[in-house]
């Protein structure tokens, strides 16, 4: 691997080599747990109160046992995704939750919003957490909205960066928001890079709350267009950004005490100052290039992992829609990237049309509407 490779193309190489080794990784203590190894590697379905198959990458059986409830993660003997990242996962969650597990000890109060690790082994392809008692986040209040941005923040701080901020991967107990799959969570230098994302400091377009946007909190906003208007949504919209802007002073203040570069606070303050300014009016036209970039940025997911649903299809209305409506707020807002850097506003319309006809032939199940 040269020194021009990816860090996805460095990690994704390392890893495949750790599988084809066949190296052991135990990450937690199974003495501590009601179960032993034999009875969790030969459990059956009937055994669990729960079972959910619809993972890429594995299963998860919902156990009682001890008094409580446990969530066993089963990895499918082959991944259901035969990209490098997909067969990768399920190891690249087991040394994340290495990572996880030096962190709470360190900080027990700071992690709290990691679920807990009891026991993981890869070679068993077995990941034993407690069960989260929660459901998904419906409406994201400030308390929500804080905690999850927060704690990617924090992720970030400690150079990980979590790809997939997904409804589908975030529960709230009622107190605290919750994340428990790391299977598309990458390491990067934050001293020096954004994030994990091509050679780490070359693609200044991702950041964690692009993630939260991007996965999650573009849909909840989308909803809210379509059953409460734009107004509803807007507000909505204000209220994340104003949550944002306070997670990301934090993180600017604590990344320059940890001797971040030049480069890499001058990008947090982009943000910064752009949101900052944009909370003092009525944060409309940020609206706009925020929801094109992450309605841009799915779509284009979905439709190169060929997972297109409903939801796809709606954000491609939307883009379409925008372009119609609010073209020239949309360029003076810097909203094309990629690409669209520069397309006139019927290249951008075909171009779009065109995506949407894809979209269409690539509708698949609805399992991709939640995430992953
Ligand atoms: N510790 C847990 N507590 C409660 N529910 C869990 C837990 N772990 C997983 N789940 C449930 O199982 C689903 C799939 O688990 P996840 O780790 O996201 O697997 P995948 O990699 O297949 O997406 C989650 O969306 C969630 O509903
Ligand atoms: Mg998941």
Same mark, same amino acid.
């Given at each position: ?221 989308? /909803?809210?267009?379509?059953? $409460?208007?734009?107004? %509803?949504? #807007?507000?909505? =919209?204000?209220?994340?950004? !104003?949550? *944002? &802007? @306070? ?9 320059? /005490?940890?001797?971040?570069? $030049?480069?890499?606070? %001058?990008? #947090?303050?982009? =943000?910064?100052?752009?949101? !900052?300014? *944009? &909370? @003092? ?9 925020? /929801? ?20 796809? &299809? ?59």
């Amino acid at each position: 691997m040269t020194d021009t490779a990816t860090l996805d193309a460095r990690r994704q190489a390392a890893q495949l080599d750790f599988i084809a080794r066949g190296a052991p990784l135990v990450v937690g203590d199974l003495a501590a747990t009601p179960f032993d190894r034999e009875a969790l590697a030969a459990l059956g379905p009937d055994d669990a109160v729960l079972r959910i198959d619809t993972g890429l990458s594995a299963e998860v059986l919902c156990l009682q046992a001890g008094g409580q409830r446990w969530a066993l993660k089963r990895a499918w003997p082959e991944a259901r995704v035969r990209n490098a990242d997909g067969r990768t996962a399920f190891l690249n969650e087991i040394q994340r939750r290495a990572d996880h597990l030096a962190l709470k000890r360190r900080e027990p109060a700071r992690w709290h919003g990691l679920a807990d690790t009891a026991w993981a082994s890869f070679g068993d392809g077995l990941l034993l957490s407690p069960w989260i008692d929660g459901g998904p986040v419906a409406g994201w209040d400030e308390r929500q909205l804080g905690q999850l941005l927060r704690l990617a923040c924090d992720l970030w701080l400690e150079g990980l960066f979590e790809w997939d901020l997904s409804e589908a991967n975030i529960l709230d107990d009622g107190r605290q928001v919750r994340l428990f799959d790391f299977g598309y969570q990458y390491r990067f230098d934050p001293l020096t890079q954004f994030s994990s994302a091509g050679h780490g400091d070359d693609q200044p377009l991702f950041h964690p709350a692009e993630r939260f946007e991007t996965r999650c909190f573009s849909a909840h906003l989308l /909803a809210l267009e379509r059953t $409460a208007g734009r107004d %509803a949504a #807007l507000a909505a =919209f204000r209220r994340e950004k !104003a949550v *944002a &802007l @306070q997670a990301y002073r934090r993180l600017r203040r604590e990344a320059a /005490a940890r001797g971040a570069q $030049a480069h890499v606070l %001058a990008w #947090l303050d982009g =943000f910064i100052g752009r949101w !900052a300014t *944009a &909370l @003092q009016g009525d944060a409309a036209d940020l609206y706009l290039a925020e /929801a094109w970039r992450s309605h841009v940025l799915d779509l284009d997911d979905d439709l190169r992992g060929q997972s297109c649903t409903p939801l796809t &299809l709606e954000r491609a209305d939307w883009l379409l829609a925008a372009l119609a409506g609010h073209f020239g707020a949309l360029r003076a807002g810097q909203a094309f990237f990629g690409h669209d850097a520069g397309l006139d506003r019927e290249a951008l319309r075909r171009r779009y049309a065109a995506l949407r006809r894809q979209a269409e032939a690539f509708q698949l199940s609805t399992r991709k509407e939640h995430g992953a």
